[in-house]
Structure formats: structure tokens, C-alpha cells
């Protein structure tokens, strides 16, 4: 039972373009959803999140937009640059316990910016 | 040193060996957590340390045994492993109200 999914495994966008890359969940007691970014050989690293109480937080080239009601959230990146290419992982924290967090990544997309 | 660190990057070990990944954070965070990324799978859950005590095991085979001695340290001690248990193992933590702070992972390869 998959609580996050990304259904596009990858994703290709001229350099330039507007990149969104997308992100669905079941679970509607998710407070904060996360969006991470991933290189080759490191780890993830943050890059934007999004409280469940708002629909849109903007930094930058990246905005992230929530819609609740449709349990589904997008992440776009524009002017989208070659640094940009990834795996960009999206992640829904749950109820942790003790202080500590509990979040629910999905499978990842892989995002190829063209020159 | 910064942030999160985990040794060793790469291991290769047979399927009656016992090896252990080290994970370190230098950032105060109270919480640690392993993952495990396989190929087109997401991040799985394995298991979280908050403030040293183990409070959640995802339901994870006994041939993965976390230990947490102190706030900054993680270890995983694996044995007897699988094939299928070769993936990128990835430590991470956090402080209350904030997301996670990863280490670059240990490249498993179980033959």
C-alpha cells in the first residue's frame, strides 16, 4: 500500500522550460509534504516544502503547489537549468512519535534537462 | 565535520558475513532514522531513533540490527544478508519541526 506515489519514473524538459513534476498521496492526515532532490552517489537533499494548511509556497525558481482536496501536489521549476537534472523525491510526513518524524517518500523522478 | 556522514560509502560482503554501516550527525539533531533505497522503489522506512530509544521497526527481517549508543551515533549491523538486501542504505535526521538531514548512503552489494 503506497501511500506517496510519482507515477513518472522520468521526466525530460528543454533548458529553459517550465519543469513540473508531480506527486499523489492516500492519506489525508499528512501535515507537511517535502519535496527532496537527489544527485547521483549523495544522498537527498531539501529543497522546498509545503505545510497542509497552505496551497502554494514559492522560493525561488521552485514553487510547490498543494491541492488538497485532490491529494495532490506539483513541483515546478522555471526557468528549469541543465543543475536541475535529478531524482527528485517526494515526501508526506505522518505522525511521529517521541519527537521524531515519520516520513513517506515516493518512488522518485528522474528529471533530464536538455541544453 | 558537518552535517551527516556515513562510512563506509561502498561494501561488498558475502552472505555469511557481518559488517556494520556507521552513520554520524554533528547538526544536535534528536532524532536518527535508516532507509533503504532499491531501484524504482521508494525510500522504505527501516527504522527511528528518537532521543536514543529505538520507536519504530517497520517491520524489518532480524538480519538488520540497528544499535544507537548516543544522540550522534547510528549504526546498522547486518548478517547473514540476502541477495535482495543489496541497495542504498541511507541514514538520516532531524530535529523536532524540521525535515531530514541525509548522509550520501552506503552502496550495499550482498554476493
Known amino acids: 500500500d503506497q501511500q506517496v506515489k510519482q507515477n513518472s519514473p522520468s521526466l525530460s524538459v528543454q533548458e529553459g522550460r517550465i519543469s513540473i513534476l508531480n506527486c499523489d498521496y492516500t492519506?489525508?492526515?499528512?501535515?507537511?509534504f517535502l519535496w527532496y532532490k537527489k544527485y547521483p552517489a549523495e544522498g537527498p537533499t531539501f529543497l522546498i516544502s509545503?505545510?497542509?494548511?497552505?496551497d502554494k509556497n514559492e522560493d525561488g525558481r521552485f514553487t510547490v503547489f498543494l491541492n488538497k482536496s485532490a491529494k495532490h501536489l506539483s513541483l515546478h521549476i522555471v526557468p528549469s537549468q541543465p543543475g536541475d537534472s535529478a531524482v527528485y523525491f517526494c515526501?508526506?510526513?505522518?505522525?511521529?512519535?517521541?519527537?521524531?518524524?515519520?516520513?513517506?517518500f515516493g518512488q522518485g523522478t528522474r528529471l533530464t534537462i536538455n541544453p | 565535520e558537518t552535517g551527516v556522514t556515513q562510512t563506509p560509502r561502498h561494501l561488498v560482503m558475502g552472505m555469511t558475513n557481518k559488517k556494520s554501516l556507521k552513520c554520524e550527525q554533528h547538526?544536535?539533531?534528536?532524532?536518527m532514522y535508516w532507509y533503504k533505497q532499491s531501484a524504482k522503489k521508494p525510500l522504505e522506512l527501516m527504522f527511528v531513533?528518537?532521543?536514543?530509544?529505538?520507536?519504530e521497526n517497520n517491520s524489518v527481517p532480524s538480519r538488520f540490527s540497528p544499535e544507537c549508543p548516543n544522540s550522534s551515533h547510528l549504526f546498522l549491523h547486518l548478517h547473514t544478508l540476502q541477495p535482495e538486501d543489496s541497495a542504498l542504505y541511507l541514514c538520516?535526521?532531524?530535529?523536532?519541526?524540521?525535515?531530514?538531514?541525509f548522509g550520501s548512503g552506503t552502496r550495499l552489494t550482498v554476493v
Open positions: 547538526l544536535g539533531h534528536n532524532a
Open positions: 538520516a535526521s532531524s530535529q523536532v519541526g524540521y525535515g531530514y538531514t
Open positions: 492519506n489525508s492526515m499528512f501535515d507537511y
Open positions: 531513533y528518537s532521543l536514543e530509544e529505538r520507536v
Open positions: 515526501a508526506a510526513r505522518g505522525r511521529g512519535f517521541q519527537g521524531a518524524q515519520k516520513l513517506v
Open positions: 509545503i505545510s497542509s494548511i497552505k
